[in-house]
């Protein structure tokens, strides 16, 4: 829960300075090493390193569905948007927390049933309420990027305009709006960089 607090007062503490971001132009990208020669204690660490590279393909996998959700919703495609809410709930629900610590299971859990929800959601939805729930969504995937962390640079944009302000993730530093589409497809800005 201590992840969750300290997400939230980050996401408040980057609103309150929105204005006053800025952010940096440069990916970072990594690459993972293998060995073809190993003794047992290697052996052991390239289990732990498969782990990671499980962990790190499913994590991916997440980010790349949610992306697609959130550029189907950019296009104004309710049908797309569907599909793309079908694909990340059965990514959620395969989503192993095994290699977490317990306290990071019991908050992965939590998060990813919330936002299994909101998916199911989005799949059976007019683009209206699809959009309501990728609000909701997006405040999920947030939050589990910050347990499970990301290879790559997301920015964390903001639309004041939409019902409360709408935030979402986009790997592009350039606005394009999920919650209005091409009826004001730049509103927004970069509240922040997440690496």
């Given amino acids: 829960m201590k992840k969750v607090k300290l997400t939230t007062t980050i996401m408040v503490v980057a609103f309150v300075g929105l204005t006053t971001m800025s ?3 440069s990916k970072k990208e990594k690459a993972t090493d293998t060995h073809s020669e190993m003794g047992h204690d290697e052996m052991s660490a390239s289990h732990t390193m498969k782990d990671s590279d499980a962990q790190n393909s499913a ?3 997440v980010l790349a569905d949610y992306m697609l959700l959130k550029d189907a919703l950019v ?3 309710e049908g797309a948007s569907a599909k ?3 694909k990340l709930e059965a990514t959620l629900k395969d989503f192993n927390v095994d290699n977490y610590t317990s306290e990071e299971q019991n908050e992965l859990n939590e998060i990813i049933e919330a936002a299994t929800e909101h998916a199911a959601h ?3 939805s007019d683009i209206a309420h699809q959009r ?3 609000q909701m969504l997006t405040k999920d995937i947030t939050d589990m990027v910050a347990i499970i962390g990301t290879d790559n640079t997301l920015y ?3 639309c004041p305009m939409y019902a409360d302000g709408g935030a979402w993730l986009s790997m592009e530093k350039e606005i394009k709006n999920p919650y209005f589409g091409s009826k004001m497809m730049n509103c927004g800005k970069v509240q922040k ?3």
């Fill in 23 to 25: 952010c940096k132009d």
């Fill in 59 to 61: 994590s991916k996998q």
């Fill in 75 to 77: 296009a104004t495609d």
């Fill in 84 to 86: 793309a809410g079908e």
């Fill in 122 to 124: 989005i799949m059976k």
């Fill in 132 to 134: 309501e729930h990728f």
């Fill in 156 to 158: 964390q944009q903001f």
């Fill in 193 to 195: 960089e997440i690496n």
